[in-house]
Every structure is written in C-alpha cells, then in structure tokens.
C-alpha cells in the first residue's frame, strides 16, 4: 500500500530529473551557463571569497568594490543556516538544472495538494517550469530570482493544507517553505509572493463570513502567521543583517534634499520613482504572454534571408553586409529599455485558463484570477500609473524594488494553476457535459478569437516603431523594412497561437464525445505545451549560452592594464574609466575598485558618484585614494595626487546638514581639509577643537589590510585629525588606539576620521557587526521551536485520537 503511495512521487522526481537534464544537457559534460550577472558577481565576491577560503571564516566586509561595503548580499555565510542545506537537497543536480528541477517539483507538490492525479500534476509542472520567463532569467544570471520563484508554489502548498484542515502538515510544510524561500535571499520576489498569499487570504476570509466560520479562519490564519514566523526567524541573521544595511543602501532614505543641479528633491523613503517604473510592461505587450512574438520578441532577434531587413541591405550593401547586420536586428518595438525574451506563458495554458474562468467554480478560481489581473495591471507600471503611485506612495516596502514588470512572476504561477485545475475539472464526473461543452465554446471563443483576428488584422492595429529605430535610419529603407519584418513576426506568431489553441480545443472536444480517454488526453496535451514552450525557450537559452567550466568560474583574464597595475603591492584602488564604473565588476576581481556591480550599494556612495565623480571632481578620487586610472586595455595613467591610506588634515569644517557637506566638498582641499555635520562632530571626542597645528614630521600610515581589520601606525608630536581612505558605516566598524575603544566619525561625507592623540600609536579599524551574533540566537531559537512545535503538535493529535 505504502509502495503504491509514494510511485508517483518516485515517477515526477525521474520525469522531472530527466526534463531537467535534457533541457540543459551541456551540463552533462561539465560545461556551465554563462551567466551576466553571476560574471559580475564573482568579480564582486572575489575578496570576501578568498578570505574564506584562506581563513575558514567571514569577513562581512569587502574593500574591492565600491571602496568598501557589508557582504550581506554578495554571498555571505551566515552562522547556523542549517537551512541552506535541505536547500542543498533539493537542488542536487548541476547549476542550472537544479533550479529547473526545483520549478517542477514545488509546483508538483502544489498540485497534490489540491488534490490533482499525479499524472495531470506532472503535465502541469512541466508547464509551470518551462514558461519562459523561468527560462529565460537564468541567461542573464538572474539565480536568486529563480531560486525564490522555485519555492513560492511550496509555500502556497503549505497554506492550502492548513486551509483544508490539514493543521500539521500544513504548519510543517509552510515553516519549511518560508524558511527556504527567504534563504534563496530575493526579497523583491518574497514581497510579490506576499501579494499573491495576502489575496488568497482576503478570498478565504470573503469566504469564511459567507459560511459563519471565522473562528475557524481566525485558527488557521494564526497556524500560518506561526509557521510563517519560524520560517523567517531561522533566517533571521540574513534578514536582520540586510535590514541593517538597507537603510544605508541605496534602498533607504537621502539625507540630500536638493538634486546635482541644486533644485529641490522630491521626498522619497525609497528608490526614485522614475528608477522604480523604469522597466514598466507595455498594456499592449501584455498579449505578449499569449503570443510570443507579438512584440518583436527580445530586444534583438536573428532575422534570417527571407526577412525585408536582410533583403533591403543585401540590396544596397551585399550579402556580406546583409549576414553581418542582420545577426543581431532591433526588432523588439516596446517601451522597455531592455528586453530579454518575451514573457511567453503558452497559447494552451491561457486557452486552459479561460477554460477554468468558465468552468471552474468556487474560491480557487476567485483567488487566481484576481491574482493575475492584479499582477498583470501592477505589471504596467508607468504605463497606468494610477495603481503603480499608489502602492509606491502608501503601500509598505513597494517603494524598494525596481522592475515592476517582474511582478507578473504571480500570472506565471497562477495561469498554468488554474489551467490545470480547470483540466482536473473537466475530466471529472461531477460536472455535466453540457457545462464542460460551454465553457469550451466560450474559451475557443476568447483565446482563439483574439489570436485569430491579430492572425489576420494586427498588422493593421499597431504601428510597430520602437524607440531605437532611428540607427536604422542612414540606410532608406531600412526602418520601413523592420517594420514589415515586425507585421510578419505578430501575424506568424498569432497564427501559431490560434493554432495551437485549435488543436487543444479539438483534443477536449474529442474527449467529451469520448474519441479518446483522460490518459490520451494528457500525454497529448503533454507533448504540445512542452513543444510550444521549449521550442520558444531555445531561442534565447540554449547549448550556445554554455561554455567550458573554468571560463565560468574564472571568467577575467588580466590584460597588459591590470599586470601593470598589479605590479604596485601598496593598498591603493582603481578607477577603470573605459566603461561604465558602476556597472562593472571586473576590475574588482583583480584590484580595489571604485566601482562595482550591484543592485544596492550604498546610498552615501552613489550620491558621491552623481554629485562630484560625475562632474570630474579629483579631489574625490584623491580621498578615496585612487592611486591609478585604467583608460584602456593596455593603458594605465597613475595619480600621484592620491591622498594615500590616511592622512592628518589641518582643519575641520562643520556644516548643519548633509546638503552643504555636499556643496563644501566642490571646493574641498581634501588633503588639508575635511568637512562634517554637527551632529557628527557630536560623537566624537573632539571637545569644541577644529584647528590642528601642522606637524611636518607627523605621520598616519597602514601597516596592515585585512579586509575585516585594518592596522595603522601614527607618530606625531601634537594631537592630531586623522582622516582614513575607507568607507564610514556605523553598524560594525570600530576604532581602537592602542587597544583601547575611540569613537570616530563621518568626515567628507562617506570616509571615517578620527582625533589621534600626540605620540606613537597602533590604530586599528575591526568590522565587528553585532548583529550577526543577535541574529545566530534567534535563528538557533526559531530552529528549536520549528522542531518542539510539530512534535507537540503530533503528541497532541495522538493523544486526542486515543481520548
């Protein structure tokens, strides 16, 4: 009995481990993806990396980018994360096919536990798991964003067993999940998924005061809030740590209230408005999930010599030219900057989910619908602005995240959930032919009507200019060409759309007059959703994204610029001028960079960057000590005006707020000179003194750089103002002369100063972040109770099963 239990589970895990490794079967030969992001980040993770693998510890702290900031969210280990290894569990296959596996395996469990037949639960999974949105985000490198979006069908899972009195289980499963959706440390698709619970919960409680339950809904909300709390408190050492860090990020507020021009600023908790809604989907774009490429597809697509774009220029220019121009064509015609791949969820899965808008009936369907709709009108952004303010003006956190098209992840769920569910229906006996035949009808009616008229009019509906067309323009002809190309992309697409709901429609049609059985209807159903979807995937990640595993994980080389440089064992950073120095993390994996990648440096930092760096400002590159400037591959220009590690200053200037700091650093001699608010000087020891006698024979000097600890020599006859070319960030970095603890301060805006008494001196700088030890105690306490609950919980039900 217990054999005939689990053989379905065994089945979905070989199907979906074979789906999984057939998909990305360069893995099978060691190769990895190469991944755009996942570059950037080893460059990023370099030092913290290193130091781990020397020391057998954490740093918490890296100097190689940005001049310096927390490790929290560049890979860091943290203390007690037992989690992360039923985590490791789960993902057993290789990078990126663990995550694959992961797609199907949550939403498997989902599907059982709505009382799916495993059969249609597999059909369903492989739908969820190759939409290609899922697919698509791993060719950017966008791991954690996969990761979460693995685990959000389990923590539903978890909560629908609690809503179907399946108290233990429910709590087990629901405190496991969150634990591991919070590990996979994306925060923008946490918060999403909270939309999609927070709606399934007002259903339920709609539903609860129809029937007079809310005792009972009361019970179960408070299961889940418990579980859900167990799950974020074992994370809690992640969680807190990136709290901590995100009110210095450039996620948290400005102390600036004027913009680089001097205007006024407009008050924000958060990131820019302008920055939030930057990606916004199209409204029209939206039949992009239905058709794959009604808008172009990805920013750039292959057109192929039967294109008007390849003829015009062959025509003009020759074959050859043709060949080389047409490789990588602008056909993308939306409003996005930048576009990947279409979010095409599949032509079946939509028509299956009209079918469960019609046939589908109770608080399930209430719940999916409205999930989308909200996530598809969220989606849109700055294009229907009137939803997207109000949730960055009032609502809590939304003001955080950027990319609000990235939220239509939710429709990638719900779509595919109730397409399946509305086939779960339509095999079963309960519900009359009559009602199946309508609902049938009625979505052909939808889903192929729309496909077919854009088959046949949509050339005539849009008018198909994007926004980079005009380098397209010193040829004539040429835009006109990529607009005809376009036509013929929407009308093909929309034709293989309908065609595909046709067939479908047919297959269930042949169901109910009993032509073929439940079993032939979904190997069939298999086979075309798993075509439609995978043979749209490939075209933007297939065996060509995979290379050779030591080109992945060593992805720089150092070239004739970076050997000259690294001749030079002094501490000292890097500016690398011959691209974007903030979006780069290349020259952070051979040298202490200025610049960086990542989505929230901090705030401090960038404000510096926008205000001064921007408008060539070296007196900022001096204090940051940026010693040499790469302007080419082989290029190296040494600065010998760097300020150094540390220097003595003669005066102190105190201003009254963050903007005239701002303002006095545009004249700043920064090697004499340093400025500070009030309210700093009011933390240190200073005692009213600004003015410092010159020493011409004192000096500061670094003995010793650690990454986490960094050591100083001082000698100098007179007490003296000491400013130190390192990041100011009060949550961790303490200050020792001799041993013993001194306050010091924020100076110039983002580097530390302090008073350094008269005489020789060993000062040492030690990150020690007590939030690390504060958040270990609260994760080993939420583990225990995560383990004493559930037990409790099973002598109880064993106990009143006894009674």
Known sequence: MQYKKILPYAIAVVVFTIASLLYFNPVLSGKKIKQGDITQFIGMARESSNYRAEKGKESYWLGNAFSGMPTYQVGAYFPNDFIRYVDKAIR??????????????????????????????????????????????????????????????????????????RYLLGFILTSLAIALEVAANHPQMTYYLGFC??????????????????????????????????????????????????????????????????????????????????????????????????????????????????????????????????????????????????????????????????????????????ATVFSIIMSWGKNFPIPTDLFIDYFPLYNKFRAVSSIQVIAELCVPLLGIIALRDFFSSEISKEEKENALKKSFYVVGGITLLLALLGGSLFNFEGIRDAQYQQLPGLIDALIADRKSMLMYDSLRSFMLVLITGGILWFFLKKKVNQTQVIVALTIFIVFDLVSVNLNYVNKEDFTLARNVDKPFVANEADKQILKDTTHYRVANFTGNILNEARTSYFHNSIGGYHAAKMKRYQEIFEYQISKNNFEVLNMLNTKYFIVGEDKVKENPEANGNAWFINQLILVDTADEEMKELDSLKTKTTAVLTKKEYGKSDLEGKVDFEKDSTAYVKLTNYDVARLTYKSASQKEQFAVFSEIYYQ??????VDGSLMPHVRVDYILRGMKIPAGEHVIEFKFEPTVISKGSTISVIAYILLILIPVGGYLMMKKNKAA
């Open 92 to 165: 057993f296959l290789p990078r990126p096919a663990d995550y694959l596996f992961l797609y199907f395996l949550s939403f498997f469990i989902l599907l059982t536990a709505l009382k799916v037949d495993w059969k249609l639960a597999i059909l369903g999974s492989l739908s969820f798991g190759f939409s290609t949105y899922l697919i698509i985000i791993f060719g950017a490198g966008h791991n954690a964003k996969a990761h979460a979006i693995g685990y959000m069908p389990l923590v539903i899972a978890g909560i629908i067993y609690v809503y179907q009195k």
């Open 197 to 370: 619970l927070l709606i399934l919960g007002i259903v339920e409680f709609i539903q609860a005061i129809k029937n007079k339950t809310l005792p009972v809904y009361a019970k179960e909300t408070g299961i889940i809030l418990i579980a859900c709390l167990l799950g974020v408190g074992v994370n809690a050492t992640r969680l807190l740590a990136t709290k901590e860090y995100a009110a210095h990020s450039t996620r948290g507020k400005s102390e600036l209230t004027i913009n680089t021009d001097g205007t006024l600023k407009e008050k924000s908790s958060g990131l820019d408005k302008e920055y939030i809604t930057e990606y916004s989907y199209g409204i029209a774009e939206t039949f992009n999930l239905l058709i794959p490429r009604f808008m172009g597809g990805g920013t750039v697509e292959k057109l192929d010599g039967t294109s008007h774009f390849y003829e015009t220029i062959e025509a003009k220019a020759g074959t050859e030219a043709a060949e080389e121009y047409s490789n990588q064509v602008l056909t993308y015609w939306g409003k996005q900057p930048i576009v990947e791949a279409p979010a095409y969820i599949g032509a079946i899965l939509f028509f299956l989910f009209f079918l469960g808008i019609f046939l589908v009936k109770g608080k399930l369907k209430y719940w999916l619908v409205s």
């Open 731 to 736: 949550e961790g970095w303490n200050a020792y």
